[in-house]
């Protein structure tokens, strides 16, 4: 069975949308009639809206589903399939608890490929856009080992824990951007609206007046002057940025150069390595071979340099040598991480240790961003302090001195 967004009119007249699931279009619309509903439209799940069927795949165009969302899917997913429930029944009621539509089509969709008698990891690698290629493998290895229900539920702690740690991420961001903003509002306003009345007076004085009252007035009147031209300046810069990055190469260099700047490399290093140990070992629980294991965690990495440093490590393990060795020599991963993975592979617990391993990355990770965080408070409360002063000084300069002058 195929599943089919369609558009009807109900008996009040009102457009409702949703998916059903049927052998052919035409048996669509006789459900939809039987319940009362007047077809409008109907098209493939699969295909975009106003298309025929040779229209683009609905997997090249679905949209990347929220953290949350995919979470959510997995962890019903895993519950189902625990309770014996076969994957097209799990798949069905997966998509019936869904609100979304978008998402309900595409649950449907796998759950015909699966029908159709491909495997779920199969029909999951045909929407790259919402499961990875680290998920699909794992569904492979959980299929092939008969042990899905158990790896789902690994995957559905894994996207779970990646969620929170994101949102964790985000809400710590929240608060010093804003704090940024504020303060850099602020300024811009006093400069441009209040500044100017207030320094009006000492313009056209015939003294000199004082370097600190010049540069605040040629501020002013710069921004007063070019404020729109410096928005627009600012926007191409980043516009531009981003462009040149998208070239391979020029991202790798500029990687490069982060990995080399104190204290962000760091933080760079951390993240990314607590995420490549996190999905290594997920996936060696799963059953997933380390030679396929390590190609697939290398991929997770964001950083272009880290990620050439992990396809170094594994031509080094598929070489004969040792994991911790290939790590080692790479200098770029943490020695903690190391000394771990030495001691799994000379345990045989690889899995756990590197599970310990990212467990620890993040929890420092978390520690240092709290502590940047606790820093950026009182900074940017100086930062606003100085430049009030640094105001307040340059109008009052010239007033002590005129003061001076006339006692």
């Not at 059903?20 to 409008?40: F, H, M, N, T, Y």
């Not at 069927?53 to 997913?77: C, E, H, M, Y």
């Not at 900074?379 to 307040?392: E, K, L, N, P, Q």
């Amino acid at each position: 069975m195929t599943a089919y967004r369609y558009k009807a009119l109900n008996a009040q007249g009102k457009l409702v949308k949703g998916v059903l699931e049927g052998d052919s279009e035409r048996q669509v619309r006789a459900s939809l009639r039987g319940k009362a509903l007047r077809p409008v439209e109907i098209n493939e799940a699969n295909q975009r809206q106003g298309e025929g069927k040779s229209g683009f795949n609905f997997s090249q165009l679905f949209t990347r589903v929220s953290p949350g969302d995919l979470a959510l899917i997995t962890r019903q997913l895993s519950t189902l399939i625990e309770s014996n429930l076969p994957i097209d029944e799990a798949l069905q009621a997966a998509a019936q608890q869904s609100r979304s539509a978008r998402i309900k089509g595409m649950l449907l969709q796998v759950r015909s490929r699966v029908a159709e008698g491909h495997t779920l990891a199969y029909a999951m690698a045909e929407f790259p856009q919402v499961f990875s290629e680290m998920y699909c493998a794992m569904v492979k290895a959980g299929e092939h080992a008969g042990y899905l229900g158990p790896v789902l539920t690994q995957l559905a702690d894994y996207t779970e824990q990646r969620q929170y740690t994101g949102q964790k991420l985000k809400m710590a961001m929240i608060y010093p951007f804003v704090l940024i903003a504020v303060a850099i509002a602020v300024v811009l306003l006093l400069m441009v609206f209040v500044v100017p009345q207030l320094v009006g007076i000492f313009a056209h004085s015939d003294r000199e007046l004082p370097l600190l009252t010049r540069g605040l007035i040629g501020g002013s009147e710069f921004l007063q002057a070019y404020w729109l031209w410096l928005i627009v300046g600012i926007v191409a810069f980043i516009a531009g940025f981003r462009y040149l990055l998208r070239d391979r190469g020029r991202r790798k260099r500029w990687h490069g150069f982060l990995l080399k700047v104190p204290g962000v490399s760091r933080l760079l290093i951390s993240l990314d390595t607590a995420r490549f140990a996190s999905t290594l070992s997920i996936l060696m629980a799963s059953g997933v071979p380390l030679l396929e294991s390590l190609r697939i965690a290398g991929e997770v990495l964001t950083n272009l340099v880290l990620r050439q440093d992990s396809e170094a490590v594994a031509e080094r393990v598929q070489e004969g040598g040792s994991l911790n060795r290939a790590l080692q020599q790479s200098g770029r991963f943490p020695p903690m991480m190391v000394h771990m993975v030495a001691s799994g592979e000379a345990s045989g617990e690889l899995e756990t240790m590197l599970a310990r391993s990212a467990t620890n990355q993040e929890r420092e990770l978390e520690m240092t961003l709290g502590t940047i965080m606790g820093l950026l408070e009182p900074f940017m409360i100086v930062f606003m302090g100085g430049t009030v002063f640094a105001m307040v000084a340059a109008i009052l300069l010239p007033i002590f001195e005129l003061n001076t002058m006339v006692n």
